[in-house]
């Protein structure tokens, strides 16, 4: 272990990732509580989700001999399809290892996108297995959905674009979803190198909250994955923050809040209507805080807050529910 | 009247709304059938809609007296809505005269920005009569939801941003959504000018093609209000295209082609599922263009073409049901 990513790995990234990950510009969320809150749309990348970010230049930066045998990766859906599509674009083979009750949307993108999938037990455990079996047998290339450094300093990118965009004054804050920590930590190495007065705070669903009890113990905790699995938010359902990722969080996070299941829902609707953004649960969690909580509540004061929404591939169904929630047949 | 507005004049609109409008990306949409397809997404804009831009340039460019008494505007919404929010952001008193037909939506939008709301018959002559009164009797100054040239310029810095966008190759056409006129006069402005290569093709609902009948003909044709108002695309319900811009499309604009209710509304679903999108029917236009049209039927070959995403202001309750057409209750 070389230490936290720096701000050079995150930089290196962004050369990787010119012309391929969408420069996402930061657009106004006047339906937010505190005064001025500025939304980073990465479900605007190609793939639905930042994840794209973190594929493509962990595969990008792979040695040409590596990357000729394949790539294989694990993830609880927007990494794999993420690896699928960045692998397709490098010309590299790929196989995708998912939950079983992953959702059907992010399943077919995989497939879409050519690349074989491989289904397990919807625990890390079981993922983490999957993968290594066909490391193993075929020589392919692991690429890791958080804890890897190419991984974070690709999401980094998300970060150096913000410290660039936001004009002269530094945002107040900027507010992450945290599932496994790779986003977190990528932007919070951006962060604090470029806009060092700018707090990087995490939202977690209070039900998958490992990150938030990990930071409070100072310990990196484990949650169940039957705690995590009861979460809509299924992109946040990995039930320990990373090796590599959590002393990123220790040192460069300023807290980890939570929100409830209802206020996700509630910011997927409103950033639906007011904002014009599809968005999944997990991918608004950020935005439901922004929504929900004062900046007191945050702590933090002044200028603006920018909120991160980290990815749109939801269900139809749960969208349509959430827009019209009045609909007779909704309420059955 | 002075001719075509010029490229300068677009350029001195793109000054003005510097910090105002948002700097929408171009964004993939592979789901497009043309080989490579770009969303221009106006919809990301603080109104929902492009009309921000050619609303705000317009008041900004008002001589200082005529600002102070105030300004009025008819509107089919979202021109409403982005005059009464760029006239806040200036601190101008705004009157807003809508069609009695407007979604709820958007008349609640308009209110919410501070802008008085005043309600008139659903035709083109009885929202100018409107308007005409309030300006008679208290001096404001008319910002006509097209017909102008500053309006007209403001919508052509989607245009100059397009072509300053997209690269080393210039797209093979820009599709854009027809109503007055006014947007697609002024990208034809920017894009004849800095990119003269690429097409500017404009779309129109079969149900309100007033302007292919005009384009065709050479002379500009009205319709009737019942007839525009069988489209959904409630943006695009003008009966006529105007003075100012008919000579514009005219002279800069390829072709006029038409797409039915439902590829509008099945552009709005996978506009949402494949680019993360909301858009609103008339929004979706140009969309459903790139997506039911050949490129052999559209007559461009080659390059990317780009299609612009016009509004996202869109009744939630339709919405919610093209993203669940299976759901019982939404097939009666």
Redesign the interface.
């Known amino acids: 272990m070389a230490g936290l990513v720096s701000i050079d790995e995150v930089r290196a990234a962004a050369r990787r990732l010119h012309?391929v990950a969408?420069?996402?510009?930061?657009?106004?969320f006047?339906a937010a509580r505190p005064a001025e809150v500025l939304i980073k749309?990465e479900?605007?990348q190609?793939t639905?989700a930042f994840k794209l970010r973190g594929a493509y230049n962990a595969i990008a930066a792979l040695p040409d001999a590596d990357r000729r045998r394949g790539v294989v990766a694990h993830s609880s859906g927007n990494h794999g399809y993420a690896v699928a599509y960045a692998a397709a674009l490098l010309g590299v083979k790929a196989a995708i290892v998912v939950p079983d009750n992953a959702p059907k949307?992010k399943t077919d993108a995989i497939e879409s996108a050519g690349a074989e999938l491989v289904r397990v037990r919807p625990t890390l455990a079981a993922r983490i297995e999957g993968s290594l079996n066909i490391a193993r047998a075929r020589g392919y290339a692991q690429i890791p959905p958080f804890d890897h450094r190419q991984v974070i300093a690709g999401q980094g990118t998300i970060g150096l674009e913000i410290a660039e965009d936001c004009?002269p004054h530094a945002p107040a804050a900027v507010l992450v979803p945290v599932s496994g920590g790779g986003l977190i930590s990528g932007i919070a190495v951006a962060i604090k190198a470029l806009r060092p007065q700018a707090k990087v705070i995490g939202v977690e669903p209070e039900l998958a909250a490992d990150a938030r009890e990990s930071f409070r113990s100072g310990t990196r905790v484990a949650w169940t994955a039957a705690d995590v699995a009861r979460t809509a938010a299924d992109a946040l359902r990995v039930e320990q923050v990373g090796e590599l990722t959590f002393p990123h969080i220790r040192e460069l996070v300023h807290d980890i809040v939570t929100v409830t299941e209802e206020e996700m829902l509630a910011a997927v609707?409103t950033l639906?209507?007011r904002?014009?953004?599809?968005?999944e649960p997990g991918g608004a969690a950020a935005a439901a805080a922004s929504l929900f909580r004062s900046a007191g509540e945050l702590g933090v004061q002044g200028g603006p807050l920018v909120v991160v929404l980290s990815g749109?591939?939801v269900d139809?169904?749960l969208?349509?529910?959430v827009?019209?929630p009045d609909?007779?047949?909704?309420n059955r």
Chains 1, 2 share one sequence.
């Not at 969408?22 to 106004?28: D, G």
């Open positions: 012309g969408v420069r996402t510009p930061l657009i106004p006047p749309p479900s605007l190609p639905g949307v004009g609707r639906a209507l904002a014009r953004l599809v968005a749109g591939n139809p169904v969208l349509a529910r827009l019209a609909t007779e047949s909704y």
